[in-house]
C-alpha cells in the first residue's frame, strides 16, 4: 500500500525561529499580566499599560496579531479596547467598499477605473 505521506521526514533539530513576543515589554516579570488587562473605566491603568506598549521593540507587531485574532479585551499594541473596536470597524468599512466596488466592476466593466 503507498501512502500519502513521504517516506522520510524532516529532523527536529533544525533551528526555528524566535517568536516575535519573546522581544515583548509584557513578557517581563516585573509586571503582572493584570496590568494589559485594567477595567475599561480605569483610564490611568490603561494609560499606564499603554505606555508600556509605547516602549515595547514589537508593539506594532502585537497590534497586527491582536487585529488579526479578534482580541477584545485589554490593552494590545497600544490600543485599548474602544481603539480596537474602532480599527476593526474602520477595516471592516473599507473591505465593504472594495467588495462592493469589485462587485460593480464585474457587473460594469470600466466601472472600478471610475469609482477610483
Given at each position: 500500500?503507498?501512502?500519502?505521506?513521504?517516506?522520510?521526514?524532516?529532523?527536529?533539530?533544525?533551528?526555528?525561529?524566535?517568536?516575535?513576543?519573546?522581544?515583548?515589554v509584557c513578557r517581563d516579570e516585573e509586571f503582572h499580566p493584570?496590568?494589559?488587562?485594567?477595567?475599561?473605566?480605569?483610564?490611568v491603568g490603561i494609560e499606564f499599560a499603554k505606555g508600556l506598549c509605547r516602549r515595547c521593540p514589537v508593539q506594532m507587531r502585537c497590534r497586527t496579531d491582536a487585529l488579526n485574532r479578534g482580541e477584545e479585551?485589554?490593552?494590545?499594541?497600544?490600543l485599548?479596547?474602544?481603539?480596537?473596536?474602532?480599527v476593526r470597524r474602520v477595516r471592516r468599512?473599507?473591505?465593504a467598499k472594495q467588495a462592493a466596488q469589485e462587485k460593480?466592476?464585474?457587473?460594469?466593466?470600466?466601472?472600478l477605473a471610475k469609482a477610483g
Open positions: 500500500m503507498t501512502s500519502i505521506f513521504p517516506a522520510r521526514k524532516a529532523p527536529d533539530n533544525l533551528p526555528r525561529p524566535v517568536h516575535w513576543g519573546t522581544a515583548a493584570d496590568v494589559w488587562f485594567p477595567v475599561p473605566t480605569d483610564l479585551h485589554g490593552v494590545w499594541g497600544g485599548d479596547e474602544d481603539e480596537l473596536r474602532a468599512a473599507a473591505a460593480q466592476a464585474a457587473e460594469e466593466p470600466g466601472a
